[in-house]
């Protein structure tokens, strides 16, 4: 037995299957950009709290 799609089927399948990829590629580069953002705030988070020696302050003669 043979399926023959029609032309709305066909359509209504690719929009399916590209509504579904676009929302999870959404998701994923959402998730992503957080992952980052949230490692970029850590890391300055640690460079501002971290030890002062190393910036000498200013000296007044």
Do not use: H
Request: hydrophobic content about 35%.
């Amino acid at each position: 037995m043979q399926k023959n799609f029609t032309l709305l089927q066909t359509v209504a399948t690719a929009g399916l299957f590209s509504a579904v990829s676009c929302w999870y590629g959404f998701m994923f580069g959402r998730e992503s950009a957080r992952k980052e953002l949230g490692d970029l705030i850590e890391t300055l988070r640690q460079s501002s709290s971290g030890p002062t020696s190393t910036a000498s302050p200013p000296q007044q003669s």
